[in-house]
């Protein structure tokens, strides 16, 4: 059996992500102590036992939620997914299109210089990016239709052009933005496990426009491109 976390931000995401499954979820049974339900499927003609925890927005509720049931967890897993929707970043992704990250960064971990912005790393504090597993990335992408490149984690989401520019301009091919990846990765990396991202577009980032928002089709999006990563979660091999 193969043991896979996916950690969300918010219960929409998550009930998203165990809607790929059909016939439903059950309780997990983790962790053991007071947290977030943890709500298990398995996906059918999949080897696969996929655990499903909304752990809060933010990098740090997801990194104190991923940890917890981590370090809970009866058997390790296998692998953690980051989860959820985001803002994409025209025009590397469409709203209601996918990405998968091919790196996470801690986008606003650091500090603002006469310069410029200087991350973590460059401070000399510690990594500023998680990786995923390469050729699961390309795969995961593949799979899903996917757009492929950074996905960066704020712990404030992005409201106006300028701040979309300084950052695409940061981030070489930055493809979405969000709130949780980098503290589930910093998570996963504590306990050795290998990490990805997947995110679904319900807005461009830049200018804070609601009416433009289409939460239930990155949703629905979400849904499809879990239906499509479990034969390559299933089959993927731990190192590559």
Not at 20 to 35: D, I, L, M, Q
Not at 180 to 196: K, M, Q, R
Request: aromatic share 4%.
């Amino acid at each position: 059996m193969r043991r896979v976390l996916v950690v969300t931000a918010v219960p929409a995401e998550r009930d998203a992500v165990l809607a790929a499954v059909p016939g439903g979820a059950e309780a997990a049974g983790e962790p053991p102590f007071a947290g977030p339900a943890v709500l298990r499927v398995r996906p059918a003609g999949t080897r696969l036992r996929v655990d499903v925890l909304a752990a809060g927005v933010g990098p740090a509720a997801a990194a104190a939620g991923a940890a917890t049931a981590l370090a809970g967890a009866a058997e390790p897993y296998r692998l953690v997914l980051a989860a959820g929707i985001g803002g994409g970043f025209t025009p590397a992704a469409a709203v209601g299109g996918t990405v998968v990250a091919s790196s996470i960064v801690a986008a606003d971990l650091g500090s603002h210089t006469p310069d410029g912005f200087a991350d973590i790393a460059s401070l000399g504090f510690g990594t500023s990016v998680h990786r995923p597993p390469g050729r699961l990335a390309v795969a995961l992408a593949a799979a899903a239709g996917a757009a492929l490149g950074p996905v960066l984690t704020v712990s404030a989401a992005t409201g106006s052009a300028a701040r979309a520019a300084e950052l695409a301009a940061r981030h070489e091919g930055a493809a979405a933005e969000a709130m949780e990846g980098f503290g589930v990765a910093t998570a996963a990396a504590l306990h050795g496990v290998p990490v990805a991202e997947i995110r679904t577009v319900s807005n461009a980032v830049g200018p804070r426009d609601r009416s433009a928002w289409r939460i239930p089709a990155a949703l629905a999006a979400l849904t499809s491109a879990f239906a499509a990563a479990w034969p390559v979660l299933d089959t993927w091999r731990d190192h590559d």
